[in-house]
């Protein structure tokens, strides 16, 4: 059967598939649960508690606390990938071409969860590294720690940045996680941190969710971030879909801009698109550790 060049919505078992995944790829998706986001500028009003209890004698004035309310609106990114195979695909039988479309869905979602961090993080394209105009990195906001020869002390040193916040998540580089897995006790040469396996898919660091990645660096990046590792309260990040994730097959013209035409070459394109929506509540909220 052949696939017409109809878009269509990816079916609901799909999508939970990528947002899944995207999970394996995006340590923001691993520490900060995503939140249904609309297309309209939403707007998050980020209340900072200030109140006390006040001991009042008895007949005197009773007094109060002023508080203000910082407007957030939420950022928009769309996100697309797209993918040339052979037009041969289309002689395959039903079955087959779900098996296809699966790995190439596979592909484009690991992309979509990069981009998120990439975005997020350093306000970077992930495909082809520069800067994004108009979107400002949580790195530049954060509290910056400047690395050291003590991987241990570094982690203190993010600590001490957020004294007044609470830490919740841990977002790694593969570097930096690596660099911690070789720590050992001088005395019984046991492993500093053993939650960290060889793989470097750690679950938590000294009992705070963790995740590494190597969108925590921004490996893709032109410019070198110099990020080594993100701390902080991740429930500062809101973020989530905006609609409905699509897929479509395209059979003419040049849709991802190589000079090269699909139906001259025999090929034809997927392409899935997103729309996400976030807003970082507190840059303030976050340490992020960069090397010399």
């Not at 998050?44 to 606390?65: D, H, I, M, R, S």
């Not at 928009?76 to 002689?91: G, M, Q």
């Not at 002390?153 to 897995?181: H, P, Q, V």
Request: negative net charge; hydrophobic residues 40%.
């Amino acid at each position: 059967m052949a696939n017409d060049t109809s878009k269509v919505v990816l079916p609901k078992s799909v999508v939970t598939t990528l947002l899944n995944k995207a999970r394996d790829t995006s340590t923001i998706a691993a520490l900060s649960p995503s939140v249904p986001q609309k297309f309209d500028d939403q707007t998050y009003l980020v209340f900072n508690p200030t109140a006390e209890a006040e001991v009042v004698a008895e007949g005197a004035k009773k007094g109060a606390y002023d508080i203000s309310t910082g407007p957030i609106v939420a950022k928009r990114a769309k996100v697309v990938t797209t993918t040339r195979v052979s037009d041969e695909l289309k002689w395959a039988d039903e079955d087959n071409q779900l098996e296809i479309i699966n790995n190439i869905l596979a592909d484009q979602t690991g992309a979509i969860g990069r981009a998120l961090d990439y975005i997020v993080y350093h306000a970077v394209n992930p495909k082809g590294g520069g800067a994004l105009s108009g979107y400002t990195a949580l790195t530049a906001g954060a509290s910056s720690v400047t690395a050291t020869d003590s991987p241990v002390d570094d982690i203190d040193s993010l600590t001490d940045k957020l004294i007044e916040y609470d830490i919740n998540g841990f977002a790694l580089s593969r570097g930096f996680a690596s660099d911690l897995r070789k720590l050992r006790v001088p005395a019984t040469g046991t492993r500093l941190y053993p939650e960290i396996p060889l793989s470097l898919n750690v679950g938590n660091i000294d009992g705070i969710p963790a995740a590494v990645s190597g969108t925590v660096n921004g490996k893709l990046a032109t410019a070198p971030t110099k990020v080594l590792a993100i701390m902080g309260d991740f429930s500062l990040i809101k973020w989530g879909m905006v609609r409905d994730m699509y897929s479509e097959i395209i059979e003419y013209g040049d849709p991802d801009n190589t000079g090269v035409d699909l139906k001259g070459s025999n090929q034809v394109a997927y392409r899935t698109e997103a729309v996400l929506a976030y807003a970082v509540l507190d840059p303030k909220a976050f340490a992020v550790l960069k090397s010399a």
